[in-house]
């Protein structure tokens, strides 16, 4: 070793600069302060925030929205793994805004829905982003799949639906001539969005307060408590072995979506519990020429099975697909948690749902199901004799291939799916918050769970209005 000293430079090149205005307009005030900070410490990659978000989906980002809206102070960041927000769930489903039907009344997953609905549309419209209040017709295509009808009637009215109206096979004529129903429900307040575009609108709110910024390619690996009863974050850009970057942060919330179990299991939760099991929902796309076959969106009465309520046509209003109406979503198991092509496979995801009774509990139930939704998969005659029996005049030569999505999803004991979303409170000596379950409608309902979640920060961290 050379005798020579060493010497060290007081700075980087850049180091402590000035705020840089294209960097401000590009990822916010925020970002650009903490970039022009002299102390390694204490600049981007080793930053302090009052509450980190794990998670940059539409929930995450609802989350984000609605403490800023009651805490306007308050320095929190984003954390999400994928180079952009919104990229998995957000952004690959089917872009429908629920109206409330589905739901156990009562149910958080109710009250969320109706009132996520309307807080949807609102902003929308006041953010002039594309939006339609297009309706729906869920069709029963016999008399016995009639009292699926009059039960989501019901359940709607108790859960405080505007509108709904039980329809006879001619009066869906009228309305749909292309639709072979024996009876329907009409849902007007059905609509359709891009949730995709509702996150980049939502992270672009954010960093314009100057309090809250968004950490793209930064995946969770590890969460640890801090001397001083704080939050380490350790992470970094996925597969990459550095740089290490650190957040340090006084509460966390994680909304992790097809990762939220590991995610809690990270910060202390119980992984044990609420498992996820992840589903790929394949959609196809009438050709442009067809594209106008119904003009709302066509569903069928649900299934029973515990999974997605099956195959439909949905007109869409996406700004990266276009004008479309697609039709699906299947809802066949993967074998991986991003596993958007049938071959697609992760040894860890496989392991997890083999070591999971509440799946196997579910597969068990719904034997029959299970197998024809991969069978549906796999053949594209299979999966549209599933569209036919809505609307029969469909035919393959109308249609062609379109996106696919993964879904996640919640088993409990005994193999049925978590009907309600599922937070995980008081989590690492009460610092973290882990929402668990958030399936559909949680597009939809997400402004609302925003007030949530809120909600449960408040009251387990004493935050004063």
Known sequence: MSGQPLKLWEQL???GGEKKAGLEKLLGSLRASNFGEPSPYLTVGHDHFDLAIVGGGIVGLATAREVLKRHPHMKLVVLEKEPEVAGQQTGHNSGVIHAG????????????CVRGAALMYEYCENNQLPVERCGKLIVACNKKEHKQVEKLYQQGVANGVEGLEILNSEQVSQLEPNVKAYSALNSPNTGIVNYWLVGQCIANELRKTGYADIKTSFEAKKFEKTDDGK???????????????????????????LYSDRLAGMTGGDD???KVVTFRGTYYQLKPEYRTLVKRNIYPVPSGGGIPVGVHFTPTVDVRRGHQTIVGPGACITFSREGYQFFDFNARDVL????NSAFWSFVIRNFGLSIAEVYRDLSRSAFLKSAQRLVPVLT??????????????VFEKG???????????????????NVRNAPSPACTASLAIGEMIADCAEEDWNWKK
Do not use: W
């Open 13 to 15: 090149p850049g180091e």
């Open 101 to 112: 039907l589905y739901y156990e009344p009562g149910s958080q997953m109710a009250h969320t």
């Open 231 to 257: 939050v380490r974050i350790i992470g970094g850009e996925k597969i990459m072995k550095g740089p290490r970057i650190e957040v340090i942060a006084k509460h966390v919330i994680t909304c992790g979506g």
């Open 272 to 274: 044990s519990k609420h």
């Open 352 to 355: 997890s749902n083999i070591s």
């Open 396 to 409: 393959e030569e109308m249609v062609e291939p379109s996106f696919a999505g993964v879904m996640a999803q």
């Open 415 to 433: 193999g049925k799916s978590a009907g309600d979303f599922i937070v995980e409170r008081k989590v690492m000596d009460g610092l973290v918050l």
